[in-house]
């Protein structure tokens, strides 16, 4: 009764199956291992900026190129605040309220510069509620923090009032300046008053973020395919099984709807409804006689 699983048409179907499930089984065991890693990394972060303030703070140049492993690390930097051209950072939320960050530029001894967060105010961006930077040489402890993109938590890539910048990059700030800008940019520890400390960011692609519940989302897609596939080859199996089984025991299949009796056995009648030729002629002769 299964000598169709024989057939052609079967052992397609057969490989389809036995090579698809695997593949889906494979892939979501992969996307759930992606959110797994994901969700170490962020505990291992959140540990991790619980302790930096009072961890031993490190030259910059020493955390760079910046990795995964440096980002949110304490570091110290030497130089002068570029009193000239300061920037805020209007929409940046912080402690579920919104306002602005305060960036300065600090000049360090290569003639580059350093984009610092001095800090966070509430409400809308406003130059003249911001203290001064300090003058003179200063070292500046912070959370190194890779640069900004317009996916990033609170850009804005849109024009923006002169003063103001939407993504913390150098790519944003180097046309704003005269000089070369560090593609790192770090959050003061301890911000002037009545500023407010802006805490690290996660980088793009690690922690509980969008991608990782997307991996989350993709790892169920993946067992689901796999069970629809099973699922349908039963389902195949079954109706051809009983198919097979009916022509064993000599059962036809049940023909399809065909001219109901009133036309298989009544007289036979025009397209209107009236008596054909023959009956017309019977009718007239029966009634000459």
Request: proline share 10%.
């Amino acid at each position: 009764m299964y000598r169709f699983l024989l057939t052609p048409r079967w052992w397609a179907i057969n490989v389809f199956v036995l090579l698809s499930i695997p593949v889906c089984l494979v892939m979501g065991s992969w996307q759930l291992a992606r959110f797994e890693d994901r969700v170490d990394s962020h505990q291992a972060r959140q540990e991790h900026s619980a302790g930096a303030a009072a961890s031993q703070a490190r030259p910059l140049d020493d955390l760079l190129p910046l990795t995964e492993d440096t980002v949110g690390r304490p570091a110290r930097i030497t130089g002068r605040y570029d009193t000239e051209r300061r920037f805020l950072v209007p929409g940046r939320r912080v402690d579920g309220r919104d306002g602005f960050h305060v960036l300065g530029l600090l000049l360090t001894g290569d003639g580059r510069a350093v984009p610092v967060v001095r800090g966070w105010l509430p409400g809308e961006a406003d130059p003249s509620r911001v203290p001064a930077p300090p003058g003179g040489e200063v070292t500046v402890t912070g959370l190194v923090q890779a640069p900004e993109s317009e996916s990033s938590p609170g850009a804005h890539a849109g024009v923006l009032p002169e003063g103001q910048v939407g993504i913390i990059s150098a790519a944003t700030l180097v046309n704003l300046v005269p000089y070369e800008v560090h593609d790192v940019w770090i959050t003061a520890l301890r911000p002037q008053a009545p500023m407010k400390a802006v805490p690290a960011v996660a980088p793009e692609g690690a922690g509980l973020d969008l991608k990782a519940f997307q991996n989350l989302g993709y790892t169920a897609q993946w067992f689901v395919f796999a069970g629809f596939v099973l699922f349908m080859w039963y389902r195949l199996f079954r109706r051809e099984a009983e198919a097979a089984r009916d022509r064993a025991l000599g059962i036809a299949p049940e023909p399809g709807p065909g001219p109901g009796p009133e036309y298989a056995s009544g007289p036979a009648r025009g397209t209107s409804g009236a008596p054909g030729p023959e009956t017309s002629r019977e009718t007239a002769g029966g009634s000459a006689r």
